[in-house]
């Protein structure tokens, strides 16, 4: 009887790591190069906005910070060219933070 529960519960958890990976491979998407990442922003999901350190100024941006976001992608054919190769909405674009290595992580709505 008790195998039987653990197999039971080793399955359950089985399935929900799953689940979990599925979801977050949605969220966070690398852009095929090493420069750019994107993740995709729900602001009607709070949680994993803070599950993935999503800092709040991307997950609930200001006028400005979608405008200096929308002008970088204009005026940088590399970045633009890259969100179009990964299907990206550029008009869904709301932020841009540089990371520490010198990447980009682009926020998208």
Avoid at 57 to 73: G, I, L, M, R, Y
Avoid at 84 to 105: F, H, P, T, W
């Amino acid at each position: 009887m008790n195998k039987a529960f653990a197999l039971a519960v080793l399955m359950s958890v089985a399935t929900m790591g799953s689940a979990y990976a599925r979801e977050m491979g949605s969220m966070a998407v690398p852009a095929g190069n090493n420069d750019v990442q994107i993740i995709y922003t729900d602001p009607g999901a709070d949680d994993s906005a803070r599950f993935l350190s999503i800092p709040d100024t991307f997950a609930h941006p200001d006028q400005s910070t979608v405008k200096a976001a929308q002008n970088e992608v204009r005026t940088d054919s590399r970045l633009r060219q890259t969100l179009v190769s990964q299907n990206v909405e550029l008009n869904n674009v709301v932020g841009i933070e540089k990371a520490a290595d010198g990447s980009r992580i682009v926020y998208v709505r």
